[in-house]
């Protein structure tokens, strides 16, 4: 499972499994066996899931071993204290650039693409790829790079990995906004990325695009649902510690992204 989803209602605070039931029926009814949640990294737009689908159906929790460096980063954001590790431990695995992870008979493949974050990962089964916030369908161009820890000239260059994989993998998007009122897409493949992607196709150079990305990215507000999603998913899914009336508060630390 990779990237699972929590649904929040931010208005009035209320989080709810009916996403990731979803998943859930599908798991127990085709009797499979959930062995690895993967996150390609500590999303700030939604709140991770990975703690319901260990409590229900086990399995591992794995993220890139940059984690550290996003906890120490957003624990001081939030003023966490030492009761909040910043050694990865919350979660089961922490991976590295290079590495394989077993599944069945089958290998996941393990590429560092930082630049969106630190922590980004890209994993790779078979021809299928599953990039995180890199790029885009191809209409849609690339992740931003606005974030603590984000580099657009870094994003640029864990885009060029992504596209030096042979031309018919299949990549398979972390989001789709859908440019032009157009409906929902998921997967497309490496040519049509470097042939079309309207951010970093072949004919775009590095500068061309980090100046593009620094622009945009300055025009950019910050994502509805950043400041819980970041406290959950820096704990790896887990919310933050209760207070004495057993109540979960999120923290609104005001100008922290100015």
Known sequence: MIDSVLDLDYPSGTVTT????RIIDYIEKHQLELEWIVETHVHADHLSA???LQERLGGKLVIGKNIQVVQETFGKVFNEGTEFKRDGSQFDVLVEDGEELTMGDLQIKVLHTPGHTPACMTYIIGDAVFVGDTLFMPDGGTARVDFPGGDARTLYRSI???LSLP???RLFMCHDYCPNGRALEYQTTVAAEKKSNIH???KIS???FVAMREARDATLGMPRLILPSLQVNMRAGHMPPADSDGRVFFKLPVNAFV
């Open 160 to 162: 060029k990995r992504v």
């Open 50 to 52: 990975a703690p319901v």
């Open 206 to 208: 590095e500068d061309e």
């Open 18 to 21: 009916v996403g990731v039931q």
């Open 200 to 202: 970093v196709n072949d």
């Open 167 to 169: 031309e018919n993998f």
